[in-house]
């Protein structure tokens, strides 16, 4: 079992910066790979950046952020950021942390629900 908190999320004005923390508790966190979704007001869930368990911590990014919002991670204090710069309106929506293994040797020790863990989520509005 993991729980997740999200923390962070605020009203900012256009070309802003946010850092969103994801303070994780009840299991080994740092065999989890982290994800940030958001889901704004209508449309669906998305993926916004990505960071794995190993090889120091792959990332990856949706285009939309690339070159803006950066996700590291903090193995010792079991939290996961989101460090999102130069805001811009379209980025409004509510952000979701999200922890899953994907490891089938880990996944038959730590089963997990379908699609991992989730946090309830912190609103980032950007907007003047």
């Known amino acids: 079992q993991v729980q997740l908190v999200e923390s962070g999320g605020d009203l900012v004005q256009p070309g802003g910066s946010l850092r969103l923390s994801c303070a994780a508790s009840?299991?080994?966190?740092?065999?989890?790979?982290m994800g940030w979704h958001r889901q704004a007001p209508g449309k669906s869930r998305e993926l916004v950046a990505h960071?794995?368990?190993?090889?120091?911590?792959?990332?990856n990014y949706a285009d939309s952020v690339k070159g803006r919002f950066t996700i590291s991670r903090d193995n010792a204090e079991k939290t996961v950021y989101l460090q999102m710069n130069n805001l811009q309106p379209e980025d409004t929506a509510v952000y979701y942390c999200?922890?899953?293994?994907?490891?089938?040797?880990?996944?038959?020790?730590?089963?997990?629900?379908?699609?991992?863990?989730w946090g309830q989520g912190t609103q980032v509005t950007v907007s003047s």
């Open positions: 999200n922890a899953h293994l994907t490891d089938p040797v880990l996944l038959s020790s730590f089963p997990q629900p379908d699609n991992g863990y």
């Open positions: 009840g299991s080994i966190f740092s065999i989890y790979d």
């Open positions: 960071i794995t368990s190993n090889r120091g911590g792959v990332t």
